[in-house]
DNA sequence: AACCTTGGTGTTTTT
DNA sequence: CACCAAGGTT
């Protein structure tokens, strides 16, 4: 039980205040969850009836953590009370009234991997070039352009020249499949229920007077449809509450809009603003590091963190030759400080930028016996037979849904080639029907032989037999009925093949997703909401990983919300983090930055930072600068590990003045040099060159060695590049390589 | 339909 | 280097 006189000052201000447009700037670990429940607590003490909040968070697991903790905190059922994520909230609603938009209600919700099958085909269809019109780009367009709700009308309208024209024509043809198939993607639940809002002020009217108090959590990360969205329910009373902190906004590459936090006051003129700027987690060497990174980006909000946590441990600096070492380095240490402090593995988190930098690490976890678990973006859902599975299911529920049927006509295997497979769709989109009306008629497809009709009416009666099932069975049952009747566990039993094996291993998994959901499902609930609830599932919502003692390996982005006592945040490196495409960007680079302040600000106790002096990637090894960010951090709060490396120029060098150039990632030329050379690579780039030398820069190209003066860090070199001129170069930033 | 070769690519991923 | 998608081969 929590309560209320645990709350600071500012948490409480923050909970009391009801009345109008508040926003809360949650520093991180300031307790905002802590703060939202004990406003609901409040409110319902206030004599607001639970079905009057609506509170709205980013994740399943934020939604479900916040109804656990408020009903633990309120002791009565809140249960009608709308506690849950933007597209849950949607599906919700659309559930009621999206017959007016077009659609049915039992829509199918497609992910990422479902939209880009979709518009791979219509690129096909369209005969554009993909190499020109690449399928991950174009879909990167039309969710950004969803994201900030510009229609297909208005983007073809906006297009500037032939490729915008295409792609505003892919867009087109990608929302007439969805909807011909009854398919919403996850930008269009947002986007349908603003369109639904703004179309039918009487929909609008019954929701904004439904929630008089709206609560809105990790405001930072709302995109434009969403910022849309609250506003419109907020309208009419104003009593809305969000919380967010503007230095964590991490999700522009997704849509989120940090100016939406930052312009709140402009929005809501009448709003308070309330800092909580007390920590809870981290000490103060910690905190005060952390602020001396972010501090230097200029779209945000001042505010600093601070704790009554001191500590004499400073922030720890390490440098090492290269990954491997980096890897060792980091392992030896948790060992080390698991002892001396007595801590548990799963105390221990090792952060990175990008996934790639995992696997040295993991091996370095595995020679020392050490437990991990990585938290990585393979989930279980994008399981090949787990969507196969699902799309049987997704057929059963919405008929009209051809992605689904298209996927499972010849799975597992029934003898329906290429050539049936385009005859059908000739056929149906001849008669306007979907597939599944299709196979029903298949004797009336021309060009099929009798076999061939014969298969098709037997998956249709099979697909008609599960779909009456519906009524009476549990969703277990009858994907259990479904596995049997299709062959498909028979075909994976009867298999010897280890991924066989391991397939059926997740298909048992799914049943234990179905079982656990029969067991909680409420009176009225079938089928459709289960697909709808694993749609907008991730797999960090399954499992019990939490619970188990290991070491956690996962990207900056996953680690925003969590905290452990020590926290290695690695490959602090120029062109690794930051990043290389945002380094000529500042809007990128202070996004970059705030990636770093989230990072480093995960820690409670220990944080350690490290960089290497090289890197290999692509098979191929780079020199390495240490990270910008870290020049930002006194020298005071850091404790510099040096290491004894030979190499006394490239390193403990930089974090003085301003930061460094990019050196590496930059070039578009890679560095050619045969195996043999590969592992001398770092060393000879900048340490051994000789007057007469001929070198090459990124800038100027090829060039040949006149003089080298100063010494050790200081080492300069006079060249002469052909057709540029003589350049002075300092050489541990210019990233000098030698040709032969 | 399974298997192989080739070429291009290479950040992060709450729903 | 390691992965994927696409295309060709058997």
Redesign the pocket.
Known sequence: MELSAALNEQQLAAVEYCEGPLLILAGAGSGKTRVLIHRIAWLLRQGVAPERILAIT?????AQEMRDRATALVGVSISRMWIS????ACVRILRRDIETMGYRTNFTIV??GDSERII?SVIKDLNLD??RY???ELSTLIDRAKNDMIDVSAYRSLAKDTFERNVALVYALYQDQLLKTNSLD??D?INLTVRLFEEHPDVLARYQDQFQYLMVD?YQ?TNHSQYRLVRLLAAPHQRICVVGDDDQ???S????DISNILNFARDYPQARVIKLEQNYRSTQNILDAAWHVISKNLSRTEKRLWTERHSSDLVILQCLQNEHAEAQAIVLEIERIRAERHLKYSDFAVLY????QS?VIEEKLIQRRIPYTI???L?FFERAEVKDVLAYLRVLVNPYDDQSMRRII?VP?R????TTLSHVQEFAQQMQIPWYVALEMAEEIPNLNNRTVRRLTDLWRLLDDLRKMQEYLSVSELTEELLHRTGYRDLLEGSLKTEDQERLANLGELLNVTAEYDRRREEGQGLMEFLAEV???????LGDEELLDRVML?????A??LEFSVVFLTGMEEGLFP????LDNDR?LE?ERR?CYVGMTRAKDLLYLSYTEGR?????MFPAIPSRFLADIPKELIYDRKQPSRQKALQATTWSSSPPPSLFYESSRTITAD?EAIPRMVGQMIITINVGDRVWHRNWEEGTVLSIKGSGEDTMAEVEFHGVGKKLLLLKFAGLEKVE
């Open positions: 980013f994740t399943n697991k934020a994520t933007f597209h849950a992910d990422a791979r993909d190499k690449p399928t991950g996850f930008n639940l990790e990360d906004g991490i999700y590459w997704r849509g989120a930028r990008v996934h790639s696997r938290y990585s973006g989930r010849n295997r003898g329906i080639g290429d749609a907008l599932l991730s797999s960090s919502d996962m990207s900056l982005h996953s925003k919300g990043f290389k495409r945002a990128e996004e990636l290999a990637m692509y098979g191929q195996k």
